[in-house]
């Protein structure tokens, strides 16, 4: 049973309008000389790491990092075993206690191939590294999922081009050799699956929706890392569609999820997840946003919400819009009363101040 809460609650996203505050930031610099679709960015501090990704059929291995706080574009030069052009990888921030901070990617593809390589980057360096690796290895994978729990990296699912994927993997970053290992996960288990939006709460793993390879899927996963147990976290109110390539983001004890695709059309809309509650409100959106997407990568940066590039199903983006999340005034919807307090804005003030 979740420890997540499900008793009754009231419904955060109650309101039928929300108030949103969406702006296209002016980047200057580098800038990408391709759309970003598939890609991943970690973010290290101010300075947002973007790899990979790209349009079928062209895939990138270039590593572009964007200022937050200039919004200036930088395309370094990078050393060592760099990885080969891909997307559908995952990209997982680890930090050391000496040292700076190390992403790694796993997986990914570049169109019929699959791989189940590691690749490590000093974000201070820029120096690429593949290490040895042993133990029991996952199998070549895009679409996959990836989060760091204490001293491990954990994947789960994904597909390999023939089938979607179940199969959970760690890899022990303690050792002097990353150790891969096969974890035995009982419970109900959940269809296998790719394009699933993931994240980490305490220690379990909730996903929401994904692809099987014949659908898109609508349910809420929960993955136990310390009982090694699947269940379901059943929503007390859920306007939950199906939908893949959509994206996850933590903002206190809310879960944003944004985009995706439903198997017919493309989504631009936002929905919020309480987690304290499990409760879950419809899917919203306001003009002045983002297109329809999916493919598409957010971070969560000074009270913002940042959404970068994706993919329509008929071309790919490379534009970066902003969702303003923090206490200034916002912009009405159409259906909104004026004068009435955003939900948006509802929703920051129970971040900032939880007891109130």
Not at 25 to 38: F, K, L, M, W
Not at 95 to 105: A, K, L, V
Not at 305 to 321: K, P, R, S, V, W
């Amino acid at each position: 049973m979740s420890t997540i809460s499900s008793k009754q609650s009231s419904n955060i996203a109650s309101e039928n309008s929300v108030d949103s505050l969406w702006s296209y930031p002016d980047t200057q610099g580098d800038t990408p000389s391709h759309p970003y679709r598939a890609h991943t960015s970690t973010l290290v501090g101010n300075l947002l790491y973007v790899f990979g990704g790209g349009n079928i059929p062209s895939n990138s291995n270039e590593l572009h990092i964007l200022n937050m706080d200039t919004m200036i574009w930088s395309n370094p030069p990078t050393s060592g075993h760099i990885p080969p052009p891909m997307r559908a990888h995952t990209s997982t921030l680890v930090e050391h206690s000496i040292g700076p901070p190390s992403i790694y990617i796993f997986g990914g593809g570049y169109n019929d191939t699959y791989y189940n390589d590691v690749y490590i980057l000093n974000t201070e360096t820029l120096c690429w590294l593949k290490p040895a690796m042993e133990g029991t290895i996952p199998s070549g994978r895009r679409s996959h999922s990836a989060v760091l729990w204490r001293n491990s990296i954990v994947i789960v699912g994904g597909g390999n081009g023939v089938s979607a994927l179940g199969d959970v993997y760690m890899l022990d970053l303690s050792r002097p050799i990353l150790r891969w290992s096969q974890l035995e996960i009982g419970g109900s288990h959940p269809s296998p699956r790719g394009y699933a939006a993931s994240i980490l709460v305490k220690n379990k793993i909730l996903f929401y929706g994904g692809t099987n390879g014949h659908k898109c899927l609508s349910d809420l996963p929960l993955l136990d890392l310390e009982t090694k147990e699947w269940s379901s976290l059943g929503l007390v109110t859920s306007d939950a569609p199906p939908r893949m390539a959509h994206t996850a983001t933590r903002v206190g004890p809310y879960v944003l999820f944004f985009g995706g695709y439903d198997g017919h059309a493309y989504s631009n809309m936002v929905q919020v997840m309480n987690l304290a509650t499990a409760t879950e409100g419809p899917p919203f959106a306001c003009p002045g946003g983002p297109s329809a997407r999916a493919y598409h990568t957010t971070v969560f940066y000074n009270k913002k919400l940042y959404i970068l590039g994706g993919f329509d199903g008929q071309q790919a983006f490379d534009d970066i819009y902003c969702l303003d999340l923090s206490e200034s005034p916002y912009l009405a919807c159409p259906a909104q009363a004026a004068g009435k307090k955003s939900f948006v804005h509802k929703l920051w003030a129970r971040i900032s101040h939880p007891h109130h």
